[in-house]
């Protein structure tokens, strides 16, 4: 009676999917939150060459002018889309409404006394320039806005928090001992940011930035697992679907170190030109 060798006996394999990695972050906000501008400001980062924003530039004490195009956005986060988040739209009324203070008429007048002169009376401030032209000309008071603890939305995942500035344009009249009274006429509303992920030299850990995986983002959980920079696959048995990772400042400039790919950049939205129905006559 002849007998058979027995059947080998094969492990069944499990299936193999990929770990949420880092640059899966900009598909979560556009495709599971609806965070449209987020996921553009982030794609872009992670276009950009390698580069590491100085903290000159963050703190705006580098004309603007002066940066390369790949430093700089100008397109992708607008005022009318700002204004939709209360948090900013309350801010930009008590802006409009309460920028006379008497730092931002001391800057007015600085402004004024540096700008070109005619020899009776001038046009000060030119609000068709962009954001990063008023800065240097006639950008007069700001106000910060945004916290850690602000709603999960759009605004949250791709600004956070920014300066909301005002620039300010009339005609000028010069007056006796170098004083002048302008007629202010028309301002103009913006918003600067920077999108880097540097941390404070002083903090003991990195900025934290939430819980992110496939399913979307969260904040407080418990359990777990650092965001992958490479490609890495798992069984899939192994991986619950609702896996989140913690995400924080340096993982960012990690992929950068290692790919050489991602780069800072500051933020201007467009300018918001609000025209005065009666003249505003100021003494500076």
Known sequence: M???APAAVQEEKSEKVRLFRITDIPDVMEKRLGWTVGAKLMRRWFANPSFAMSRDVKKNDV???SLSAFQIDERIVTMEWALRFSRVSGAYLQLLNGWRTPAGLALLRD????SPKGKIGWRFGDLSQ???ALDQTCQVN????GNLSDPLDDFFGGIARASLKI???GVVTPLKLGRYSIAVDEVGLYLRDTYDFNDDSYDLISQPLGYWGFQGVQRGVKL???IEIDEVYANKDDVPADRVYAVQNEDFRHYRNKYGKGGDFVIYSDVRRVRLPVPIVLGV
């Open 2 to 4: 002849s007998t058979s």
């Open 63 to 65: 004309d603007a002018r």
């Open 111 to 114: 402004r004024i006394d540096r």
């Open 130 to 132: 962009p954001g990063k």
């Open 142 to 145: 700001f106000m910060e806005l």
């Open 167 to 169: 620039a300010v344009s």
């Open 224 to 226: 777990r697992w650092d």
